[in-house]
């Protein structure tokens, strides 16, 4: 079989750096080290730094086994190992082993307590990946370096990360306008919030331009001073700076290229894309960035009405007016501040990327370009449909070209799968069905919730999903080609696609009632306004009644939604704090107890089991048993008993 | 207890909640032991990743830490106890939960997880009842009975309510699906979409061949393996006993 051996990078073309081809291996090297190191000694300017609110000091109990065990318990066999070859697979046994584990924790506390990250988990070897759908690989830019490390390191990294994740979302450090690099915060999130803003904007008469733009090389351009600076504003205490400070000081690297592997260069600058820390400590890198754009913009003497939106690496600044002159101000203006902010911090803007783009449902409107001679970029043109996180959107917002992107993209999908098994030969029905379920639907419906809500166009863009799932129940069943499609997706137990999307819409609301309260949905609803949070122009509270009425948007529906539960929620509370949970502490002594099969015989022994203990806590003073079970009515009301004996007596 | 709009499992573990603090409040303790009939719900407790549970967790696993830091020797014990088991004293009390009533007036609001599970199913009983109607899932739909008695109706959870019986291999899934369907290379079928074709059984008794021919009266398949009622499963013995049936001449 071909496809599943490594695949080897394009060899035709050869790598051009500042215009010489790289002959040799050497030249190759050289090439690659000084790309992906192009930020050493950049100059930075921290001074901006000075004006962002220091946060509250998280306090970091030890490490226990449990973290551990859970952080194993997420990583795939199939990942690629680092320098030393021992992949999880090797790693999880030694983990579940209650000696070794303690061994590992002991060394994660000590490198904190220290401060010192060991010589043996900073070696690493970056693997160099060609990224998708380029025109040319000729320059190192068009390739993505992935860097391996050792997974035991990688282990402790990923422990320290998920603590990062949990205490600055909830000490309030990250900004709702930053999403991506940080859990609970999705794509679709981002999608969402712009379409609100959109539709909102409609309702008031104003269009909604948006300039995106990109940083070039982000990963590995990020500064150390500067990102301890923001570690320490973060309310990190001295010992786990220490530490961060230890961590970035003294890197080697090794190139790969197919077989070939370099010799050791030191790095300087950067955080490795595939060390478990690079999501979080970009999001904490750009936090300063985003907070002191805001800050700027309200301090200006003219009012510039502009919204800056990030995901990792893709910015985003919206401007809402009524007329396009006054919009391309903002826009004009707002991108030159942020380009400045970009330079002090040592991150360079890929001007040629950037896209500007208009909303608007007007019959025939102007679609102005826009001139960044002044500041060093070019003229800006909009493009009939832009491509943003994955989702198309066109002008009007009716999303044909990003449903008809997907559904296309999964037809040929199907077809490949062919191969696999036709109406004679190969998987099986249930596995084709568990294949279409797993591997198609969700792609095809990959951002769904950005068109699907009450009141929006949604005809064309089901009826081209019906047809894809059409396809595959014809493959699932092997029926006619001609067959009915309700009865043989019943047949393939699909629900109809329209129903599909209901269910899926719906627990996606119901995740917003989960959300941390700094969330930038919560932003938007009207429901959990948060106090501090600075009220956005077109939230669904600033808008009259009669628009309310009026607007379409998915916020809308999720607000509606929220307003008939019942619970509250804390994702905060410090049951959930990493190292102070149950299980953390108490594992050893909350005891599952059920029998080995059922069996008669195995089920017969269980029986005496609990009559024993049961016998046991009765007889001892200071033996409790609650006997409890629930039951459901048909009404819908539930019904819950419990027995309390003590001492032979039962009580209610 | 009585409480409204939650399911059994956030039920189940109000309850225990209620019983941990009662036996925290009474008397010095060092172990409890709890018994219930769903293990599932107590395992929540410990893992902090159920986002949708929150609520009802938060105050057990409060008491529980208390309990359990208050004294190194203190253990708390979850036994699970199945109602297939018919232990004593928890059957009384199963039976008790059974034969009490809830409130009549049903709150507006609903808990995270009711409400989830509450949509699921509002959803899959529109998708049954138009289904039920539809004029699209078919003319010629065959509705068969399962093992007892009951009309199929269609679901998705665990492959559905016909894959599971008739996927037990490919060439049986689609001739099955063929004649559910009525979209088989039978006479029939010709007769309906290409008037010009042949439509009679080449067994040569009837002029147009059709499915409940070929299930009763046909002589080229094996008769003794005819369905006697409409409960799918002879049905499928049929179709795996005669491997020529609804295929093609050449398949």
């Known amino acids: 079989m071909n496809w599943v051996k490594k695949k080897n990078l394009p060899t035709i073309e050869a790598i051009y750096h500042e215009g010489q081809p790289c002959n040799n291996l050497k030249a190759l090297w050289n090439a690659l080290h000084s790309s992906y190191n192009s930020a050493d000694n950049r100059a930075i300017s921290t001074r901006f730094l000075d004006g962002i609110n220091q946060c509250n000091d998280i306090d970091w109990p030890p490490f226990t086994g449990q973290e551990f065990k859970d952080a194993i318990a997420k990583c795939s066999n199939a990942s690629s190992p680092g320098p030393d070859h021992v992949t999880w697979r090797h790693l999880n046994p030694l983990i579940l082993d209650k000696m070794c584990l303690n061994k590992v924790v002991d060394i994660a506390n000590a490198c904190i307590t220290v401060g010192y990250w060991p010589d043996q988990f900073k070696e690493s070897m970056s693997v160099i990946i060609p990224k998708p759908n380029k025109t040319s690989y000729n320059t190192p830019k068009a390739f993505r370096p992935i860097v391996l490390l050792n997974t035991m390191g990688k282990l402790i990294e990923k422990v320290i990360s998920n603590r990062l994740q949990f205490h600055l979302s909830a000490n309030g450090f990250l900004n709702p306008n930053q999403l991506g690099g940080i859990r609970q915060w999705s794509t679709i999130d981002a999608g969402i919030y712009l379409m609100h803003l959109i539709w909102a904007g409609w309702m008031k008469e104003c269009h909604t331009s948006v300039i995106a733009f990109d940083i070039a090389q982000f990963f590995p351009s990020l500064n150390h001073d500067f990102l301890s600076l923001c570690l320490a504003k973060a309310g990190l205490n001295a010992n786990i700076l220490k530490f961060f400070i230890n961590y970035h000081s003294n890197r080697s690297m090794t190139y790969t290229w197919n077989n070939f592997t370099s010799q050791k260069f030191t790095t300087s600058v950067g955080i490795g894309q595939g060390s478990a820390f690079s999501p979080i400590l970009s999001a904490i890198y750009l936090t300063p960035i985003i907070k002191t754009f805001k800050k700027r913009i309200k301090n200006l003497k003219k009012e510039i009405h502009a919204d800056i939106l990030s995901f990792v690496d893709d910015g985003l600044l919206i401007s809402q007016e009524k007329s396009y002159d006054l919009s391309s101000v903002f826009l004009f203006s707002s991108y030159n501040m942020i380009l400045k902010i970009f330079t002090d911090v040592g991150l360079i803007m890929e001007h040629n990327k950037s896209e500007i783009f208009h909303f608007t449902r007007a019959q025939n409107p102007p679609n102005p370009s826009l001139d960044l001679m002044s500041i060093g970029g070019p003229v800006l043109h909009p493009k009939p449909i832009w491509r943003y996180l994955g989702f198309f959107f066109n002008r009007k917002l009716n999303f044909h070209q990003h449903v008809h992107h997907y559904a296309t993209k999964c037809i040929s999908t199907l077809n490949a799968m062919k191969m696999l098994g036709n109406s004679l030969r190969g998987l099986l029905p249930m596995q084709k069905r568990l294949l279409y379920r797993t591997c198609i639907v969700p792609i095809v419906l990959y951002g769904f919730q950005l068109w699907f809500f009450k009141g929006a166009p949604t005809v064309k863009n089901i009826a081209e999903l019906k047809k894809m799932q059409h396809r595959a129940a014809l493959w699932i069943t092997g029926a006619f080609r001609m067959s009915p499609t309700e009865g043989i997706e019943a047949i393939a137990g699909l629900m109809p696609i329209n129903l599909h999307l209901k269910k899926l819409n719906g627990r996606h609301h119901l995740r917003y009632a989960t959300i941390p309260p700094s969330h930038a949905i919560n932003s938007l609803l009207d429901i959990h306004q948060n106090k501090n949070q600075i009220q956005h122009k077109f939230t669904l509270a600033s808008l009259t009644d009669k628009q309310k009425l009026k607007l379409r948007s998915p916020i809308k529906d999720i607000s509606e939604r929220l307003n008939k539960i019942k619970d509250k929620f804390d994702p905060f509370h410090s049951i959930f704090h990493p190292g102070l949970r149950l299980v953390d502490h108490f594992s050893d002594r909350i005891i599952f107890h059920s029998p080995d099969s059922s069996e008669n015989e195995d089920l017969f022994i269980y029986s005496s089991k609990l009559n024993l203990a049961f016998e046991e806590t009765q007889k001892s003073s200071k033996g409790v048993a609650i006997i409890s079970d629930g039951s459901i009515k048909t009404s819908g009301s539930a019904t819950a008993i419990a027995h309390i004996w003590r001492d032979n007596k039962v009580t209610n | ?251």
């Open chain 2, 1 to 251: 207890m009585h409480t409204s709009n939650i399911t059994p499992l956030e039920a189940e573990l109000m309850v225990i909640q209620i019983g941990v603090v009662s036996v925290l409040e009474s008397a010095e303790s060092h172990k409890i032991i709890v018994i219930t009939d769903t293990l599932e719900a107590s395992k929540k407790i410990t893992s902090s990743d159920d986002q949708y549970l929150q609520k009802s967790i938060i105050p057990i696993a409060e008491n529980i830490h208390h309990f359990l830091g208050k004294d190194g020797h203190n253990s708390i014990h979850f036994w699970y106890c199945p109602n297939k088991l018919k232990w004593p004293r928890h059957a009384l009390v199963n039976e008790e939960a059974k034969s009490s009533h809830g409130l009549l007036n049903l709150p507006e609001k609903n808990s995270l997880l009711f409400s989830k599970k509450k949509e699921c199913d509002l959803l899959l009983e529109s998708w049954q009842k138009s289904f039920k109607d539809s004029q699209k899932k078919g003319q010629l739909f065959l509705d068969f009975e399962d093992n007892n008695e009951k009309v199929i109706k269609p679901t998705y959870a665990k492959g559905g309510s016909w894959l599971p019986h008739i996927g037990i291999s490919n060439s049986v899934c689609t001739r099955f699906t063929c004649i559910m369907t009525g979209h088989a290379p039978i006479g029939e079928y010709w007769q309906r979409f290409f008037p010009n074709s042949p439509t009679q059984c080449p067994c040569g008794e009837v002029d147009v061949q059709t499915r409940e021919h070929i299930f009763m009266q046909c002589r080229l398949y094996n008769a003794a393996l005819c369905p006697r009622d409409i409960c799918i499963s002879s049905f499928i013995e049929f179709v795996v006993g005669n491997p020529t049936s609804f295929c093609f001449d050449n398949g």
